[in-house]
């Protein structure tokens, strides 16, 4: 085996793929462990859709080396092929046949074992909750039924990885709900996830580590609080509201305390490096002021987004 | 030592697994999508019913001119009445309406569906997508005329009462296979179309155009260009145009698919053609006029046609699988 005693699934180094005059993706690095979930963030046309054919090998590659389980995309596509689930955005299926005969169609194509083919596609399909429509023609199916198809495919391949592009774009809520919780399922079975969106705060919800892309470039990687503090500065955010205190002279002498940001309502948010609860309630009951809320905020995808965006078009 | 790196290097810059992976599978769908489909069952109606009309006049001519001819089974093929025409001129005019019909959207539709990426990610090559898709066409076809030529055959024997001679049985089965080569081409003209366009109507329209041009127009051009191209004083004076105008004339004429499947259809189904090209009268010196040709001398006179035919169709194939390798997979 390949890629025996290495724990990364995805390795990609100065990948590159220039369409012309455009670069769509410039020397990008990327690595997805096993078992974890890996959001591509940014814009759309960042280059995320690019770097995910590259590594399926369905474009070829400018410049740069990659390897999805030890194997090369452009080389060896059908070994990469075999191991690694797509979703498509937007994915399709042919409308004139049911959902079991596009899964197995698929199951063909994928060289699943003549005598599974019927105990799998069942599995998967229970898997995804659309047994009960198994039989219906995908033609009248919903956004999110055809999405849940998608990754009842990914499931029926046995993939040991999925990689999902906008697996959530123009979903209902409920939907979105159900496919999230899939694609955390997906991840608790030890399949590697490497998902694109542009929808943060779902991104945030499932991603152990995030990469943010921008103009072909990964601009900012690593978990979510690992890049709230290299862009927002201040690992940590306290939301204080109290009544009877002078709030703003007590929550900016505190130790540690960067920046105070007045809120509407009396609400105050204070920066920092480290967590300052303890000190805030302290000094706030010591000047006989009463606490109404103390609490951490997590830093969120949303605000690190803006305000690197903002920044970046600032440097511009 | 550079030479060492290049010779290790070599065999890793090849890509690894057969093209024919999963080949087999896209036929399959796609042959039953064709079978099942409603458009296929609209072509073979048309087909069917144009043909027994053509037939059925033939049958009737047929029976009025007493069975002395030898050949009395490929009349039914290639004899006329009008407004019909023959059962010959029908299929060289369907053929490519059928072809077209169902080639028009192979690769695009694929697109327009958004199933292109979700297929290619499964552990296939493009060439088995392209390759199936035509095989399943190309078959469905050959069911449908090998279908249709039996139907014709039991027919004549219904009515006529004759059994078809094994010469007979075997001219047809050339000129069935004929027809397959010309519909492998049309085929093949249809699906560059669907990798060309995206849009299905653009590729329909595109294949149509291409197919009227051909079988409408060309016949016509390939008369005028000649007279024009080699202007000649026979031509103005006596009308008579040159040898060298209907040399260029034939050779222009047999840039159509269309003029060398006629050609091989007359010369296979009318025994007694000699030859395809011009003859002067010394070149009849001691020939018995009518005599029928054996198998094997038709066969020979149409071999140049029968392999143009089939080298049109793969050479329009290799094109659009150059094209379709190259197409992106995004939409």
């Known amino acids: 085996m390949p890629h025996m005693g290495n724990d990364l699934v995805i390795e990609a180094t100065g990948l590159t793929k220039r369409y012309r005059e455009v670069m769509a993706v410039d020397a990008i690095d990327l690595a997805v462990r096993r078992g974890e979930t890996f959001g591509l963030l940014g814009p759309n046309g960042a280059g995320k859709t690019t770097t995910i054919l590259m590594l399926l090998g369905l474009t070829d590659t400018t410049a740069g080396r990659v390897r999805v389980l030890g194997f090369d995309p452009a080389r060896q596509p059908l070994q990469v092929k075999r191991r690694v689930g797509y979703m498509p955005d937007s994915v399709g299926f042919y409308d004139n046949l049911t959902a079991r005969e596009n899964l197995r169609y698929t199951a063909r194509l994928a060289g699943v074992p003549r005598e599974d083919v019927d105990r799998r596609i069942d599995a998967a399909l229970a898997r995804v909750d659309l047994t009960a429509v198994a039989d219906r023609r995908t033609g009248t199916f919903s956004h999110g039924m055809r999405r849940r198809l998608g990754l009842a495919e990914i499931v029926l ?36 996830v490497l998902l694109s ?15 943010l892309f921008n103009r072909g470039k990964i601009a900012l990687l690593g978990t979510v609080p690992e890049l709230a503090q290299k862009v927002l500065g201040g690992g940590h955010t306290t939301v204080v509201e109290a009544q009877g205190a002078n709030l703003p002279t007590i929550l900016a002498d505190i130790p540690g305390a960067r920046r105070v940001i007045p809120g509407e309502d009396g609400v105050f948010r204070v ?12 000094r ?30 600032r440097a511009a | 030592m550079p030479s060492i790196e290049a010779t290790s290097k070599a065999p890793a810059a090849r890509r ?3 093209p024919w992976t999963g080949l087999s599978a896209v036929f399959l769908k796609e042959f039953a999508d064709h079978l099942s489909s409603a458009r296929m069952r609209v072509l073979e109606w048309l087909v069917l019913l144009f043909g027994i009309a053509a037939v059925y006049t033939a049958i009737q001519d047929l029976r009025s001119v007493a069975a002395q001819d030898p050949f009395l089974f490929l009349r039914l093929f290639t004899l006329s009445r009008d407004p019909l025409p023959s059962f010959v001129g029908l299929l060289a005019f369907l053929i490519p309406l059928v072809s077209i019909g169902l080639g028009f959207d192979a690769i695009n539709s694929e697109f327009n569906r958004r199933t292109m990426s979700r297929v290619l990610a499964q552990p296939i090559y493009r060439d088995a997508l392209l390759f199936g898709k035509f095989l399943a066409a190309l078959a469905t076809i050959a069911v449908s005329l090998a279908a249709l030529w039996l139907l014709i055959v039991g027919l004549g024997l219904l009515v006529l009462g004759v059994p078809p001679s094994g010469e007979e049985v075997v001219r047809g089965i050339v000129f069935l296979i004929a027809s397959l080569a010309y519909a492998a081409v049309w085929l093949a003209a249809a699906i560059f179309f669907s990798v060309v366009f995206r849009s299905a109507a653009t590729s329909a329209l595109c294949a149509l155009g291409l197919w009227l041009l051909l079988s409408l127009l060309w016949p016509m051009l390939a008369q005028f260009i000649p007279q024009a191209v080699l202007p000649n004083d026979t031509m103005i004076l006596f009308g008579i145009p040159s040898v060298e105008q209907l040399e260029m004339q034939f050779t222009l004429a047999r840039l159509s698919p269309n003029t060398l499947f006629g050609e091989i ?35 020979l006179l149409v071999w140049p046609q029968l392999t143009a035919l089939i080298a049109a169709a793969i050479l329009i194939f290799s094109i659009t699988y150059v094209a379709f390798q190259r197409q992106e997979v995004r939409a």
């Open chain 1, 157 to 192: 391949k046995k993939a040991e990885i999925a990689i999902l592009d906008e697996p959530t774009s123009g979903l209902d809520p409920q939907a979105t709900h159900e496919i999230l919780t899939m694609i955390h399922e997906l991840k608790t079975s030890g399949v590697a």
């Open chain 1, 197 to 211: 969106s542009h929808l943060l705060d779902q991104v945030q919800r499932i991603c152990d580590r995030v990469a």
């Open chain 1, 271 to 282: 920066l920092a490096d480290r967590d300052l609860r303890s000190d805030v309630a302290q």
């Open chain 1, 284 to 313: 706030v009951t010591a000047a006989g002021g009463r606490l109404l809320r103390l609490n951490v905020e997590e830093p969120s995808l949303d605000a690190i987004y803006r305000s690197y965006f903002e920044s970046a078009r």
């Open chain 2, 16 to 18: 690894e697994g057969s």
């Open chain 2, 265 to 299: 259809v007359q010369a296979m189904l009318n025994p007694s053609t000699r030859s395809l090209g011009l003859v002067f009268p010394q070149q009849l010196v001691g020939a018995v006029r009518g005599t029928p040709l054996p198998f094997t001398q038709s066969l």
